[in-house]
Each structure stands twice: as structure tokens, then as C-alpha cells.
């Protein structure tokens, strides 16, 4: 039986109204300075299914369809990057039945994206896991590693996505990736390959700056993020870009994950519209102090 006619007419103009008003939001928020990088802590995904009394996923399938909506708003308002905090390395230590249903989640939406690339060629998005890929289950390594190299020479907007990550993971690799490659250089030093101007700059008794580290994060290459979001009202980095986020504006919104919409992504921006003059003034005041 076909639909009401006006019932879809109805549905139809609804929607080219929010598309009208969103279009709006954006334009109002574009006259102050926008965010280039924008990270997320996506939490509430298990309480929001909780409170609702649904089978027990189903707030994380809610929480991607969110996520997918945040990418396309973030698109819209011309942020450059977009970080997400999707799976801990503590989350091991949850109920293994939990931790195996979360593996083939991210393993079926990787495929959907590798499958219906629509959202991925308009926002032309170049896809990073940051993160210790050997950890997760060979399914998902091997479709987070596909789904790297097919967007890899996208020049978009850059998604990158932490799993499993935490911040103490991210620093020790790093840590380890500048001691191998010091040692690297003592070897061709004593084997005559390196010269020796190279020797003096990077020998084995040079120091190690900030910007060495940098060089070995995951990150290296994308800016720090200019707003950390935290939903559900939480108020702890949980050992997320600890590294990257010492002058990062921390905001901590009441609604859970699954409820994160536009006008929160909004409000967001308008706060951090709000106290950019003073994070700027503390980051030049930083580089002084270099």
C-alpha cells in the first residue's frame, strides 16, 4: 500500500526546514574563530541502553549513528580534524562476552564504511586508528589497516580513531620509537655509514626535545585539539591525548554519547568562541617561555 502523500510531503519539508536551520547555526558560528581540531570522549554508550532498558549493544549502535552525525556536522563547519576516544585499553578488563561484542561492532561498521563509501567520498575523510592495533582481534586489525590504506589519499577532513589506546600506551611507544631510532644512529656511527655532521646533531649524547617525542606520536602531523568533549557529564581525560591537550578547552556536557546532537556540538563551539582570546594570550605566554 503506498504511503500518504501528505504525510511524506509533511516529512519532506520538515526536513529541508532542519536542513535550512542547521545551514543557519553554521553560518552564525563561521563569524567567530573556529575549531580546527575537535576530540571526543564518546562515553554514556552502556548507560543510555541502561536507562531505556535495552538489549544490552544496542546504546553502542545508537552511539554510531552519533558519531556518524558529529563527522558530517564537524564536515559541514569546516574542522579539519576529528579525533575520537572509541575503545580504551582498560575496556580489556570488562566482561569478556562485552569486550567480544564490542570487536564485532567495530569490525561490521569498518566494513559498512569499507562497503558504502558515500559518506566517506563527500567528506573526501582520510581515516587513522592511533592506537596499538596488535591488541584487537585479527577481523578488525585487518579492516581498521584496509579502511587506513583506501582513505589514505584523501585530503578532507581527517577522522582518527583511538583504539585501544590510552595516553600512557601512546607516550612508552613513543619513547621506545625514539630509543630505537638513536640506536640506529650509534650503529652507523660505528660502522663509518654516518657522517659527521650528522653524528653531532644526533649522536647518542644529544638531548631529547619535545619535539623529538612529537615526531613518534600517533598524532604527529595533526594540530592539537583546540576542544576536548566529554559527554555524560564527566569531567576526567580518562587517559586520553594527555599529551596533546595542555591547552585544549575541557568540556564536559550532561547529555550521554547517544544523545550528542547538533545543537550540543553548537553550544560547544560557542564556548570555546568564548574563551579563545584567553587561550591564545596562554599559549603565546608558553612559547615565551620555551
Known sequence: MDGDPDETMRIRALATLLKFLRRCIIAV???GPMPQHIAFIMDGNRRYAKLRCMKDGTGHRVGFSALISS???CYEMGVKYMTVYAFS???FKRDTSEVRYLMQLMEEKINELLANRDVIRRMNCKINFWGNLEMLS?????AAQKLMASTAGNTGLVFSVCMPYNSTSEIVNAVNKLCAERRDIVQKERSGSCNNGHAANNGAHSDISVADLDRHMYSNGCPDPDIVIR???EARLSNFLLWQTTFS????PDPLWPEFSLRHLAWAILQYQRVYPYVEQNKKMAKKQL
Not at 585479527?138 to 585487518?142: A, G, I, Q, R, S
Not at 578547552?249 to 564536559?252: A, S, T, V
Open 89 to 91: 585499553i582498560d575496556n
Open 71 to 73: 563527522l558530517l556536522y
Open 29 to 31: 558560528l563561521s563569524y
Open 231 to 233: 559527554t555524560s557529564g
Open 249 to 252: 578547552h575541557l568540556q564536559n
Open 138 to 142: 585479527e577481523p578488525v586489525k585487518l
